[in-house]
Structure formats: C-alpha cells, structure tokens
C-alpha cells in the first residue's frame, strides 16, 4: 500500500531535488512498506494522521545525516571510560537508511495498540 509517494515528501520538506532522487525514493518505498507492516488494521485510503506520520518518519531518513551519506558509529571502551566515533560509509557498504518507527508512532499508528513478541510468567518458589 502506498502511504505516501515522493512528491508528498518532496512537498513536506520543501525539497524539489528530492522528486529525482534514487535514495529518497528508496527512503519512501521502506517507509511505506514498514508501515504498513506495523500498522494492526490499515484502512484504504490511509487517515491523514498515518500520512503525517509516514511523512515524519521518511522526513527524518532524509535528513539524518550530513550530505545525506549513511554514518556508521563505533564505540571503543577500556576501564571506565568509552569514546563513540562516527564516521562517514561509502554508498556501496550500507544496507539501508534510517527508516525506523519509535515507540510513540508505532502507538500512534495503532491507536496505543502495540504487538508484544514477549509475555511474562510469574515463577512462585514454595516455601519463599
């Protein structure tokens, strides 16, 4: 299902480069798919609320790097400290962009609804 196409991001951001640009077409196909994925009971055509939420979502995978070049980051720890270093990846070295869904959208988009993939048992030890 498509949520959104690249001219609504194109729009959104304000960005009319975006309308040729492979990675930002990329960037809205994952969106849309991992949506819609995630999304308990998708409805034709979406609310605008999901659109807006698409929208922010692919916004914030085109805007997350400088230049728009994916960054990988490393952190080195020795004793008590620790130093994260962050640094550009050649194009050919990633596996995809920052299309992700936090915990407040994947709410919002199922209306506080969210899947659990893990439950709890309450262990009782006799005589404790």
């Known amino acids: 299902m498509d949520i959104i196409v690249i001219d609504d991001l194109a729009t959104d951001l304000d960005d009319d480069a975006l309308q040729s640009d492979a990675r930002a077409q990329r960037i809205v196909e994952r969106t849309n798919a991992l949506v819609t994925e995630k999304w308990l009971n998708p409805v034709s055509p979406p609310p605008a609320s999901v659109v807006e939420l698409a929208l922010a979502v692919a916004g914030r995978a085109v805007r997350s790097t400088p230049g728009r070049g994916p960054l990988a980051s490393i952190t080195r720890s020795f ?3 620790s130093r994260t270093e962050r640094f550009a990846v050649p194009g050919g070295q990633t596996s995809g962009h920052a299309v992700y869904l936090t915990d407040d959208e994947l709410a919002i ?20």
């Open 79 to 81: 004793d008590d400290s």
């Open 109 to 128: 988009l199922n209306g506080g609804k969210t899947r659990r993939a893990v439950g709890s048992i309450k262990l009782s030890v006799p005589g404790f």
